[in-house]
């Protein structure tokens, strides 16, 4: 059957398992706010449905749980000047990202394959995160002219010394033991496993807690690249501004500075310096919520003041000539207070009210 013929979310519960499949498979399950809002129904009702005891979240077809939000949807809206619909989108979606962190039972994700942006979102803040050997994690929204949302700048704070903002700046892709070394996941499982402890988490033999049933397929992953690459980026990334950050790396004799200095440099520089602010600031806050609160009032203000977010969008996802024209085009050109005016932003309608 197609995407179209099925309910975009399916949610099945039987042996004490509620499980909730994002089912889009042909767009790697990209959000929009029908699915938000059919998984906000389905977690409603199994927390006081007696006979779910545990939830677990994963995704239909072989590419990934959830490549991200509906970044089409989003540069429509934005062209349109609807901004009330595309704070409502947010909304809803981050109100999802803190009541699966908040969610009283234990609440367990399978990020196999492509798990980027909001797919962060949704498995970044689960009791219990799964990897696998295809797991793909990212936080790349500064490719399309955006910051790193959806609680991903909680996660990034408290990555081991500055890989938060290396990750939240290049949106560089994490396999299973980078993830896991990144405090992006808690265990890795093997693909080839993931059925069998789908099937265990819904029988539960003894042991019997989620936890014990994980570290039974949990497997221990090869070390992190990222372990290796903690002495280049822990000292580029510690500079105060971006043009700083890429001073560093220019300076170091790693090529993989060199090639991220590169990077950095074909990037919005609006995105670049607000991402910084973002993880750094991040780091000061004292939970989930306030961490949302903070993206949400910097995505509207991307959304409602930058021209890069559309461009971005309209770059890598629409046209896909892969050349956005960003405004300004340099870092140099950038205005010193750009991420300064991103944090004092207030969205007409706020977070939580």
């Known amino acids: 059957m197609t995407d179209d013929a099925e309910p975009t979310v399916l949610a099945r519960a039987r042996g004490g398992l509620g499980r909730l499949t994002l089912n889009r498979p042909r767009a790697i399950n990209a959000l929009d706010l029908g699915m938000i809002r059919l998984a906000h129904e389905v977690l409603d009702a199994w927390e006081h449905d007696t006979e779910v005891d545990i939830v677990l979240l994963d995704g239909a077809g072989e590419r990934g749980l959830c490549a991200g939000g509906d970044v089409r949807g989003l540069a429509e809206r934005v062209n349109a000047g609807r901004a009330d619909e595309t704070a409502q989108f947010f909304r809803e979606e981050y109100a999802l990202n803190a009541r699966i962190a908040e969610y009283p039972k234990p609440f367990v994700a399978f990020a196999d394959g492509i798990t980027m942006g909001g797919g962060i979102g949704l498995a970044g803040h689960a009791a219990i995160r799964i990897v696998t050997d295809r797991s ?197 050109e950038l205005d010193p207070d750009a991420a300064a005016s991103a944090l004092a932003f207030r969205p007409e309608i706020p977070l939580w009210g």
């Open 136 to 332: 793909q994690l990212a936080m790349p929204e500064t490719r399309i002219g955006f910051t790193p949302d959806v609680g991903g700048t909680w996660l990034l704070a408290r990555a081991p010394g500055r890989l938060g903002e290396y990750l939240g700046l290049t949106g560089a892709v994490m396999d299973a033991s980078d993830a896991v070394y990144a405090g992006f996941a808690d265990h890795f499982v093997p693909h080839e496993n993931l059925d069998g402890l789908r099937d265990a988490l819904e029988t539960r033999a003894d042991p019997s807690s989620p936890t014990e049933l994980v570290l039974l397929f949990d497997e221990t992953p090869p070390p992190s690249r990222l372990i290796r690459a903690r002495e280049w980026i822990d000292d580029a990334f510690a500079a105060g501004t971006v043009p700083e950050i890429v001073e560093r790396l220019r300076a170091r004799p790693e090529p993989e500075a060199s090639a991220t200095a590169d990077l950095l440099g074909e990037l919005s520089p609006t995105g670049l310096a607000v991402t910084l602010a973002s993880v750094r600031r991040s780091r000061e806050l004292a939970g989930l919520r306030d961490v949302l609160e903070q993206e949400y009032a910097l995505v509207m203000w991307f959304a409602m003041t930058q021209p890069d977010l559309a461009e971005g969008i309209r770059a890598q996802v629409i046209d896909k000539d892969r050349s956005p024209r960003w405004q300004p085009a340099t870092l140099a």
